[in-house]
């Protein structure tokens, strides 16, 4: 117990140290170029603090019962060698984990309201979950087969990329958004676990290089249905101004109810188990009628389900208090200064802070150095994984204010992927791959809706459906450059400094 609690206080202040940054940007601006000390500072920094011990509690579960479970389910299909019911599970994983994502939920509803009714929200869900439940299955499938990544998600970049000149420019940036926010909190350590697992337990494929990759494939499908959506409903149907109204009455009757705090705060634990709970349904129902196994230290599992649950809720709460609401106020606030260079450097700033406090991050670059035996350096992959977010939103926040088609930067961006890979060493290619998908998860995604949305409303001659979406897009994008530019990089350094 003792020793349980000392991992715990260490994650208490690994946590608070990961919030710095995001305290020094928001302060920086506040002060510096806002001139204003913000009303609510209390309860943001009462916030901060919560965040931080969510964060903590969080990532304790998953290291006591989300990461055992997945890699002990993929140890016991491939002894199991039941491919059909391997490929079931990977399938029934990403589905279930989408559909309930709360950043999907977001930005399909968001996206009903603005295409006035002609983008159904539970369509578009179950469009996504489709897509991430294929992709989880077809990365899988090239662990078992042994092929290489970066065939597969070029020829996945080719075909998004080639669908992207039919399909209609109000679903493009949509689109491309859809393949970051499908990777939450919760499902990027489970799939990690997952590929991991199989790639450890079948002899021939290496941890590193095979078991990283699938959160890559669940951020490039959606790209592909969505826009393939997109086309069916542009072409095939009519606007449906009913499905606004409707969203709109219950939006009225729910801030009418006048809820007492206990119960809002319950109801809010029971929205977050509500996400969690699918995908702990899909494991016990494989390992003990599949596999037909108990699991060992069912008390342990059970009490780290828990701790990821209120580390979750604990953190949204945190979130909602402190974060969200001053995030969005500067950057409406930075808007209207008429300064456009702080808006760029905002979200710069903003980006690099966010991912460096992302959860499902600091989990897959904890694991890539275990996995490595420290080849990979988790701090400096956190580093260049931030810095590539923080470039892709500043020149998303630009596209946005020149009114650009978001088409042409994306396919730059992905011909420079396309090229960087074939110089970059082969153990960092999945993880670059994979730290596009992390990235847009928790913190990151609604600060940075937000700010694209709020940029597209207020400045004149932009279309919020057309123009707004498409951040997410670009902090996903550029990840994969920096993390692979760091790679060759490393790979010089370590050349130079062999003995000849």
Known sequence: MKKQFSILIKGLKDSFKDLLPIIAVIAFFQIAILHQIPENIISTAIGLGIVAFGLAVFIYGLDIAIFPLGENLAHEFVKKGSLFWLLFFAFLIGFSTTVAEPALIAIAQKAEIISSGRLDAFWLRIVVALSVGTAITLGIF???????????????????????????????????????????????????????????????RNPVIDGFGLIAFASLTPMIFVQLYGVAVYNFSEPVETATAAIAAKEIIETSINIHPLMAMLYDFLSIAKDVIPIIAVILFFQYFIIKKPLSNLHKIAGGVFMVILGLYAFMVGLDMGLFPLGESMALQLTEKGNIYLVYLFGFLIGFSTTMAEPALIVVAAKAKEISSGKINDFWLRIFVALGVAA?????????????????????????????????????????????????????????????????????????????????????????????????????????????
Do not use: W
């Not at 209609?168 to 926010?181: F, H, M, R, T």
């Not at 042409?408 to 074939?422: Q, S």
């Open 392 to 500: 892709g939103i500043a020149l998303g926040c630009y596209r946005i204010v020149q009114g650009d088609p978001i088409h042409y930067y994306l396919i730059a961006g992905y011909i420079v992927v396309i090229i960087i890979t074939y110089f970059a060493p082969k153990h960092i290619i999945p993880i670059a791959y994979d730290s596009g998908g992390v990235t847009t998860s928790t913190v990151t995604v609604p600060l940075v809706a937000a700010l694209g949305l709020g940029l597209a409303t207020n400045i004149e001659g932009r279309d919020p459906l057309i123009d707004g979406f498409g951040l997410i897009a670009f902090a996903s994008l550029f990840p994969m450059i920096t993390v692979m530019g760091y790679g060759i990089a490393a790979q010089k350094i370590i050349k130079k400094e062999e003995p000849k």
């Open 142 to 204: 090239r662990i078992i087969l042994g092929h290489p990544i970066h065939i597969y998600i070029i020829f996945g970049y080719i075909i998004a990329v080639l669908i992207t000149f039919f399909a209609p420019k109000e679903i493009v940036g949509l689109a491309y958004d859809s393949g970051g926010v499908t990777t939450s909190t919760v499902t990027v350590p489970l799939v990690t676990a997952l590929g991991v697992g199989i790639a450890s337990n079948i002899k021939g």
